[in-house]
């Protein structure tokens, strides 16, 4: 555990704010922080003083986001990141684990290797080696 506190006060954990001993979970909080302003842009807490911040990261006040706007598994994926109890969020390896990537199509080709790519079928279709290329 360490004692040392670094850093933007609004990614700092609670354990920070009351000098308690703290872990790979005070990153993961901060991970929240981020992941809630990604999404919202806006901090995950705010206040219009370090005092004022300390008590809502402490109390964990933060706005709830809205389940019209973003999904389930991202909603709680987030509250579960920003617990005030270190020990009720989820390590690094469960919060991967929950990533699930998606494959994008890939993009078209660019028209003039179309072109080619239709040059090529037609030579090897017809064995020839004269293509007209057409406009995309």
């Not at 990533?99 to 239709?118: D, E, Q, R």
Request: glycine fraction near 4%; charge should be positive.
């Amino acid at each position: 555990m360490a004692n040392t506190c670094i850093g933007t006060p609004y990614y700092m954990s609670p354990e920070l704010f009351k000098n308690k001993p703290y872990n790979f979970k005070s990153d993961v909080w901060a991970l929240g922080c981020i992941l809630y302003e990604m999404i919202t842009f806006k901090h995950a807490f705010d206040a219009d003083s370090l005092q004022n911040l300390a008590q809502k990261i402490i109390k964990g006040n933060f706005l709830a986001l809205n389940p019209k706007q973003y999904s389930k598994q991202l909603i709680e994926l987030v509250t579960k990141m920003l617990h005030t109890n270190p020990n009720m969020r989820p390590t690094v390896s469960e919060i991967l684990g929950k990533v699930k990537p998606t494959a994008l199509p890939p993009p078209p080709p660019p028209p003039l290797l179309t072109s080619i790519i239709a040059c090529a079928e037609l030579h090897s279709i017809e064995g020839r080696a004269i293509c007209i290329s057409r406009a995309q």
